[in-house]
């Protein structure tokens, strides 16, 4: 039996363990609505070598593992079909990608290492885990599954024969990679560059005009000059697909009125919910929020504000509506009883002890007693604790909550049977010196409790206004261009911006349910100036507007003019203080004659080599450290532009260290650094070479 619990939860364990080993890059979708009305005429959720996966093939695969993944007891969420998705269009990453390339080179796990990895002494570590009972593996166990319930069971079947699939891909995957790493060197020329790169030692000094100290107005630029900088610098302006939109929101949130209807609503079932012989039943057939619990509770199991109250209250006689955690509800404690045991709260404090002699602890246990007399007049003991951390007088403090008598550390729980109520003591255990303060009152009272419970929601009036409001929105709205921004100021409305918007955002501007809206900005006929229908996000309603579609490639003008404006003004600010300095440079023959002609200062840099974060007074600008790196010796430099001005640079002395005569260590470090990175390379420009393209955000 537990090895059919265990491999009913598989599945989402061993895609969770794929997924951490980096097997693909993950990206997240999901869906809320009817997958198939958003993809227009291409009904392919993405292509793979030339080779499109059409909807339908996918959506099996992804229901099959959505049902796998929500047999584990969480349910179709939002994550799980996020997972789903995600995991299986790594399959097919996997199948037309990978496979292809272990089939290609031979890597492959024979039948004899596959009855090894499954059926012997030396299984492989998820099969240990699931077919181990109470800690210990026999490989019978596997064989008596797999011969025995799996046969019995195609479900069953279906989830080993994937476990089986999955060990089989990880051992090619750790194969594959081996094979990588061997392919792999480094050579005394790469550890000799590393060492001197990372510990040599460059001073000098520097010379610098800033954008800054021309300004802005003062440079004069067209919309030619912004396209002509684009063109030149394309690989600056890469950009992926994006929407830019604007849209209303209507709230659907419940109103007073709401509020005060279900408070009359619970308050006239208190006399029927009072007079009930069958609590279980009538709260289930009253399909409260919270199911009937047949257990007794102790202090600390319901909310702050209801507790007192429950623990007083009358057996059989309800009482509400009470709100707490945005709902309403009536109370009924049905029955009552006495534990042989004590529950307490109280907060509980460490002190630190600074040795490891006696003395040591009993000054602890003298500082602690001091604090107790400190903390006295506190109007909050735990915020007075917590406030004395970073002075180092206490190491943590915590509010311990209900707790059952005996649950603590022996020292502490002999002292708790004798305090009383806003006592602190002292106490020296095993693991150190600690406060502790009982709170409350113990309480050996048990209680069975049944509860009707309703949240607030909108009435069906309140959503037909939303919807009203927003539907006399929507029909107002004609196509006609800018009337979108005209309508939400002529009909009272705020209006909201969402810019650059990509396919496989989740929520647009980071309203929770917004999908919907993302995905039908990036339907197949969609149009720049298209307005939406009106759409449901949780309790929200919206019309949107199409502001404007940026496809994939070289960005326009308009989709980064504040970018490329700035970078133009910059450009052409450094034809201008470059200018400067080889005018002066002409007449001048030290640093010092250089920065009295351009009216600067000259200021000195030490310690630079390639590990450098910046220049001192020169900038963080990465092209600077390697042109420092790069200069000779007392020879002034020519003028540099960087991303904050123009610079000119002199090395006075630059000192490296001795290379050994050994350089294995550094081969060694060198390798394992080229060995991090490779596998991530390998497998994006694998992809890249099968024209891997992903479109599930249209449908998921």
């Given at each position: 039996m537990a090895v059919l619990n265990k491999l009913r939860n598989s599945t989402w364990v061993l895609i969770v363990v794929l997924v951490s080993?980096?097997?693909?890059?993950?990206?997240?979708?999901?869906?809320?609505?009817?997958?198939?009305?958003?993809?227009?005429?291409?009904?392919?959720?993405?292509?793979?070598?030339g080779k499109k996966i059409s909807l339908q093939d996918f959506d099996a695969r992804y229901k099959n593992l959505l049902t796998q993944i929500a047999s584990?007891?969480?349910?179709?969420?939002?994550?799980?079909?996020?997972?789903?998705?995600?995991?299986?269009?790594?399959?097919?990453?996997?199948?037309?990608?990978?496979?292809?390339?272990?089939?290609?080179?031979?890597?492959?796990?024979?039948?004899?290492?596959?009855?090894?990895?499954?059926?012997?002494?030396?299984?492989?570590?998820t099969i240990k885990k699931y077919f181990s009972n109470n800690g210990v593996f026999n490989p019978s166990n596997v064989t008596e599954f797999k011969n025995q319930q799996?046969?019995?069971?195609?479900?069953?079947?279906?989830q080993f024969e994937l476990i089986i699939n999955q060990i089989i891909g990880e051992v090619k995957y750790r194969k594959y990679n081996s094979l990588l790493s061997k392919s792999l060197y480094a050579t005394n020329l790469d550890a000799e560059d590393d060492l001197l790169?990372?510990?040599?030692?460059?001073?000098?000094?520097?010379?610098?005009?800033?954008?800054?100290?021309?300004?802005?107005?003062?440079?004069?630029?067209?919309?030619?000059?912004?396209?002509?900088?684009?063109?030149?610098?394309?690989?600056?302006?890469?950009?992926?697909?994006?929407?830019?939109?604007?849209?209303?929101?209507?709230?659907?949130?419940?109103?007073?009125?709401?509020?005060?209807?279900?408070v009359n609503e619970l308050a006239a079932e208190l006399p029927t919910f009072n007079a009930a012989e069958n609590d279980s039943i009538y709260v289930t057939l009253n399909n409260s929020l919270t199911p009937f619990d047949t257990n007794y509770q102790s202090r600390g199991s319901y909310d702050k504000s209801i507790e007192n109250r429950l623990f007083s209250a009358t057996k059989d006689s309800a009482f509400g509506p009470v709100f707490y955690n945005g709902g309403y509800s009536l109370f009924k404690v049905i029955d009552t009883k006495k534990d042989s045991n004590?529950?307490?709260?109280?907060?509980?404090?460490?002190?630190?002890?600074?040795?490891?002699?006696?003395?040591?602890?009993?000054?602890?246990?003298?500082?602690?007693?001091?604090?107790?007399?400190?903390?006295?007049?506190?109007?909050?003991?735990?915020?007075?604790?917590?406030?004395?951390i970073n002075s180092g007088e206490v190491i943590y403090a915590q509010d311990l909550g209900w707790l059952r008598e005996g649950s603590q550390m022996v020292?502490?729980?002999?002292?708790?049977?004798?305090?009383?109520?806003?006592?602190?003591?002292?106490?020296?255990?095993?693991?150190?010196?600690?406060?502790?303060?009982?709170?409350?009152?113990?309480?050996?009272?048990?209680?069975?409790?049944?509860?009707?419970?309703?949240?607030?929601?909108?009435?069906?009036?309140?959503?037909?206004?939303?919807?009203?409001?927003?539907?006399?929105?929507?029909?107002?709205?004609?196509?006609?261009?800018?009337?979108?921004?005209?309508?939400?100021?002529?009909?009272?409305i705020p209006k909201s911006v969402a810019n650059n918007v990509k396919e496989f955002d989740k929520t647009m501007t980071g309203i929770p349910g917004t999908r919907e809206v993302v995905r039908w900005a990036y339907a197949e006929d969609r149009e720049e100036g298209d307005n939406s229908d009106v759409i449901t996000c949780d309790n929200l309603l919206i019309v949107a507007n199409l502001k404007r579609i940026k496809e994939e490639g070289t960005a326009d003008v308009e989709d980064v003019r504040e970018k490329v404006t700035r970078l133009v003004i910059n450009e052409k600010k450094a034809e201008i203080l470059k200018a400067k300095f080889e005018k002066a440079?002409?007449?001048?023959?030290?640093?010092?004659?250089?920065?009295?002609?351009?009216?600067?200062?000259?200021?000195?840099?030490?310690?630079?080599?390639?590990?450098?974060?910046?220049?001192?007074?020169?900038?963080?600008?990465?092209?600077?450290?390697?042109?420092?790196?790069?200069?000779?010796?007392?020879?002034?430099?020519?003028p540099i532009i960087s991303n904050d001005g123009v610079h000119v640079f002199l090395v006075e002395n630059a000192s490296f260290p001795q290379v050994p005569s050994d350089l294995t260590q550094n081969k060694m470090m060198v390798y394992a650094q080229k060995k991090q990175q490779v596998y991530n390379l390998v497998q994006e420009a694998l992809k890249k070479a099968r024209n891997v393209k992903d479109e599930r955000g249209r449908f998921y």
């Amino acid at each position: 039996m537990a090895v059919l619990n265990k491999l009913r939860n598989s599945t989402w364990v061993l895609i969770v363990v794929l997924v951490s080993l980096g097997l693909f890059v993950a990206s997240d979708y999901f869906s809320n609505s009817n997958k198939y009305s958003f993809g227009g005429s291409n009904q392919s959720v993405g292509e793979i070598d030339g080779k499109k996966i059409s909807l339908q093939d996918f959506d099996a695969r992804y229901k099959n593992l959505l049902t796998q993944i929500a047999s584990n007891g969480s349910g179709e969420t939002e994550e799980n079909k996020d997972q789903a998705s995600m995991y299986a269009w790594q399959q097919y990453i996997q199948e037309m990608v990978f496979d292809k390339e272990y089939e290609k080179l031979g890597v492959d796990v024979s039948v004899e290492e596959a009855g090894k990895l499954l059926y012997s002494e030396d299984a492989h570590p998820t099969i240990k885990k699931y077919f181990s009972n109470n800690g210990v593996f026999n490989p019978s166990n596997v064989t008596e599954f797999k011969n025995q319930q799996a046969k019995k069971d195609p479900k069953l079947m279906e989830q080993f024969e994937l476990i089986i699939n999955q060990i089989i891909g990880e051992v090619k995957y750790r194969k594959y990679n081996s094979l990588l790493s061997k392919s792999l060197y480094a050579t005394n020329l790469d550890a000799e560059d590393d060492l001197l790169s990372a510990q040599g030692n460059i001073n000098g000094k520097s010379i610098t005009l800033n954008f800054a100290n021309i300004e802005d107005k003062t440079i004069k630029f067209t919309d030619a000059d912004l396209k002509d900088y684009i063109n030149k610098h394309k690989d600056e302006f890469k950009q992926k697909a994006s929407r830019d939109l604007e849209y209303i929101l209507v709230d659907v949130s419940p109103t007073q009125a709401d509020t005060m209807a279900l408070v009359n609503e619970l308050a006239a079932e208190l006399p029927t919910f009072n007079a009930a012989e069958n609590d279980s039943i009538y709260v289930t057939l009253n399909n409260s929020l919270t199911p009937f619990d047949t257990n007794y509770q102790s202090r600390g199991s319901y909310d702050k504000s209801i507790e007192n109250r429950l623990f007083s209250a009358t057996k059989d006689s309800a009482f509400g509506p009470v709100f707490y955690n945005g709902g309403y509800s009536l109370f009924k404690v049905i029955d009552t009883k006495k534990d042989s045991n004590f529950y307490f709260h109280a907060i509980k404090v460490e002190i630190p002890i600074k040795g490891a002699t006696n003395a040591d602890t009993a000054l602890a246990l003298a500082n602690a007693k001091k604090l107790i007399s400190e903390a006295g007049s506190s109007a909050n003991a735990l915020d007075f604790y917590n406030g004395k951390i970073n002075s180092g007088e206490v190491i943590y403090a915590q509010d311990l909550g209900w707790l059952r008598e005996g649950s603590q550390m022996v020292e502490v729980n002999k002292a708790i049977k004798t305090m009383t109520a806003g006592q602190s003591v002292a106490i020296k255990t095993m693991a150190g010196v600690s406060i502790v303060k009982l709170l409350e009152p113990k309480s050996y009272d048990l209680i069975k409790v049944a509860e009707l419970r309703r949240n607030v929601e909108p009435l069906q009036a309140t959503e037909d206004a939303a919807f009203q409001k927003a539907s006399n929105f929507r029909s107002a709205l004609t196509g006609k261009a800018g009337e979108f921004d005209e309508l939400t100021k002529k009909m009272g409305i705020p209006k909201s911006v969402a810019n650059n918007v990509k396919e496989f955002d989740k929520t647009m501007t980071g309203i929770p349910g917004t999908r919907e809206v993302v995905r039908w900005a990036y339907a197949e006929d969609r149009e720049e100036g298209d307005n939406s229908d009106v759409i449901t996000c949780d309790n929200l309603l919206i019309v949107a507007n199409l502001k404007r579609i940026k496809e994939e490639g070289t960005a326009d003008v308009e989709d980064v003019r504040e970018k490329v404006t700035r970078l133009v003004i910059n450009e052409k600010k450094a034809e201008i203080l470059k200018a400067k300095f080889e005018k002066a440079m002409q007449s001048s023959k030290s640093m010092d004659q250089i920065a009295a002609a351009v009216q600067s200062i000259v200021q000195p840099f030490n310690n630079i080599n390639f590990n450098a974060q910046s220049v001192p007074f020169a900038g963080n600008d990465p092209k600077l450290i390697g042109y420092v790196c790069g200069l000779k010796v007392n020879q002034i430099s020519r003028p540099i532009i960087s991303n904050d001005g123009v610079h000119v640079f002199l090395v006075e002395n630059a000192s490296f260290p001795q290379v050994p005569s050994d350089l294995t260590q550094n081969k060694m470090m060198v390798y394992a650094q080229k060995k991090q990175q490779v596998y991530n390379l390998v497998q994006e420009a694998l992809k890249k070479a099968r024209n891997v393209k992903d479109e599930r955000g249209r449908f998921y």
